[in-house]
Nanobody
């Protein structure tokens, strides 16, 4: 069973930065999309950023210009650099991997808290 292990969450003041990392416990065959989602209390889980195997990226409007997603295809890792953090970025962040074989994996989540 593949596990996605996230790291890098924590508490930061508004305007600060955090970098989230996600690594798979073993090689995943035919990875297609990798991404980060977040879920704030009382809200639905939402896509923050995604990246294809070819390096194309997409971002939620709320994070454009502040967050950057990157991946290492050889290592099966995906990172999220978060700058200029705002209190509304506070959420549990989840790593997500989708394969070309219609398999999907989720990380356990990492808490990001931005204080004002």
């Amino acid at each position: 069973q593949v596990q996605l292990v996230e790291s890098g969450g924590g508490l930061v003041q508004a305007g600060g930065s955090l970098r989230l990392s996600c690594a798979a416990s073993r090689s995943i065959f035919a990875i297609n999309l990798m991404g980060w989602y977040r879920q704030a209390p009382g809200k639905q889980r939402e896509l923050v950023a995604g990246i294809t195997s070819g390096g194309s990226t997409n971002y939620a409007d709320a994070v454009k210009g502040r967050f950057t997603i990157s991946r290492d295809n050889a290592k099966n890792t995906v990172d999220l650099q978060m700058n200029s953090l705002k209190p509304e970025d506070t959420a549990v962040y989840y790593c997500n991997v989708k394969t070309k074989l219609i398999l999907e994996y989720w990380g356990q989540g990492t808490q990001v808290t931005v204080s004002s």
